[in-house]
T-cell receptor
C-alpha cells in the first residue's frame, strides 16, 4: 500500500530565504502531483511530474522527482508571503486513479 | 483549463436533514470523479470513487448508506449526506481526472 510522507509538516520561514519540502513514497510509481491549498479553499494544481528526473519550475517554486529514491522535492527560492499555504504531493497507487495524500506541509512565510 | 464546479460552497443544515452537493465538469467529460473529506488542519481523505453509469466504490469505513453518490451523467456527480449529524460537519471536495486532477472549490458543511 502506498504511503506518502511529507516533511516538514510545519515550516515557518523568513521572506527571502530558501527552503525545500520533501515527499517520500513507500512504493514506486510514475506520476506525482504538487498542489497548494489556501485556508478554507480547495486545491490548486502546481506541478505534474511524469517520470524519473523530471524537473519543473514556476516562479519561485521548483519541483523534482527521483523515482529510484522514491522522493520528490519542492524547492522554494527567495520566499515571499504569498507563498504561505499548505502544500500536498499526492500520487496514484498502482494502476488505480486514486490519489493518495500525505499530511501536507503548512508553510508560513513571515515578513 | 479543465474546470470542476462544485455547489454549494457553504451549507448549514439541521441534524437529521439531508444535504446534496453537486460537482460538474464544465468543459470536459468526467467518467470518474472522486469525493474527499477534509477535517480542519488535516489532509484529504478519499471517501469514494464515482463512476458514470455505475455504482460508486466506497473506501473502507465510509458508510455508503449515509453518503449517497450518484453519477448520472458524464458531467455531473452528486454526494448526498443523509440524516446529517454534527460529526458530519466537514469540508467536502470533489475532483475529476482530466490530464491530471482538477478539484472543485469545496463545500463547507455545518450540521447544527
Amino acid at each position: 500500500e502506498l504511503k506518502v510522507e511529507q516533511n516538514p509538516l510545519f515550516l515557518s520561514m523568513q521572506e527571502g530565504k530558501n527552503y525545500t519540502i520533501y515527499c517520500n513514497y513507500s512504493t514506486t510509481s510514475d506520476r506525482l502531483y504538487w498542489y497548494r491549498q489556501d485556508p478554507g479553499k480547495s486545491l490548486e494544481s502546481l506541478f505534474v511530474l511524469l517520470s524519473n528526473g523530471a524537473v519543473k519550475q514556476e516562479g519561485r517554486l521548483m519541483a523534482s522527482l527521483d523515482t529510484k529514491a522514491r522522493l520528490s522535492t519542492l524547492h522554494i527560492t527567495a520566499a515571499v508571503h504569498d507563498l504561505s499555504a499548505t502544500y500536498f504531493c499526492p500520487r496514484t497507487q498502482g494502476g488505480s486513479e486514486k490519489l493518495v495524500f500525505g499530511k501536507g506541509t503548512k508553510l508560513t512565510v513571515n515578513p | 483549463g479543465a474546470v470542476v464546479s462544485q455547489h454549494p460552497s457553504r451549507v448549514i443544515c439541521k441534524s437529521g436533514t439531508s444535504v446534496k452537493i453537486e460537482c460538474r465538469s464544465l468543459d470536459f467529460q468526467a467518467t470518474t470523479m472522486f469525493w474527499y473529506r477534509q477535517f480542519p488542519k488535516q489532509s484529504l481523505m478519499l471517501m469514494a470513487t464515482s463512476n458514470e453509469g455505475s455504482k460508486a466504490t466506497y473506501e473502507q469505513g465510509v458508510e455508503k448508506d449515509k453518503f449517497l453518490i450518484n453519477h448520472a451523467s458524464l458531467t455531473l456527480s452528486t454526494l448526498t449526506v443523509t440524516s446529517a449529524h454534527p460529526e458530519d460537519s466537514s469540508f467536502y471536495i470533489c475532483s475529476a481526472s482530466h490530464y491530471g486532477y482538477t478539484f472543485g472549490s469545496g463545500t463547507r458543511l455545518t450540521v447544527v
